[in-house]
């Protein structure tokens, strides 16, 4: 059974840091990609960083590019999310998610094979 689960969001003031972490179980971590989306209020699910297991290139959209950090624990099994300098925009749901086939030089996020449940990020003005 493929499993990921997401820890470590809460409720912050803008400028604050939070950092995220997913556990995976179940399926390869070390194949295809690992990776963060998220869903804010009345949007759609979007991809906002993505961590290539072929190259360890990296995604990042671009209204975070500069204040989040993906970084992978292989030994853990664990990826994680660095966010810095939040912002009330930043107020979503949050994905932690898997798949199993990534190119090279990744330039978005792959096709995504498994979710996590969502972990809840509120940033206050």
């Known amino acids: 059974e493929v499993q990921l689960v997401e820890s470590g969001g809460g409720s912050v003031q803008a400028g604050e840091s939070l950092t995220l972490s997913c556990v995976v179980s179940?399926?390869?971590?070390?194949?295809?990609?690992v990776g963060w989306f998220r869903q804010r209020p009345g949007k759609e699910r979007e991809g906002i960083s993505c961590?290539?297991?072929?190259?360890?290139?990296?995604y990042y959209r671009a209204s975070v590019k500069g204040r989040f950090t993906i970084a992978r624990d292989n030994a853990k099994n664990t990826v994680y999310l660095q966010m810095n300098s939040l912002k009330p925009e930043d107020t979503a749901v949050y994905y932690c998610?898997?798949?199993?086939?990534?190119?090279?030089?990744?330039?978005?996020?792959?096709?995504?094979?498994?979710w996590g449940q969502g972990t809840q990020v509120i940033v206050s003005s």
């Open positions: 961590l290539s297991s072929t190259d360890n290139s990296i």
């Open positions: 998610v898997v798949g199993t086939w990534s190119p090279s030089k990744i330039p978005v996020c792959p096709h995504v094979d498994y």
């Open positions: 179940g399926v390869s971590f070390e194949e295809g990609f």
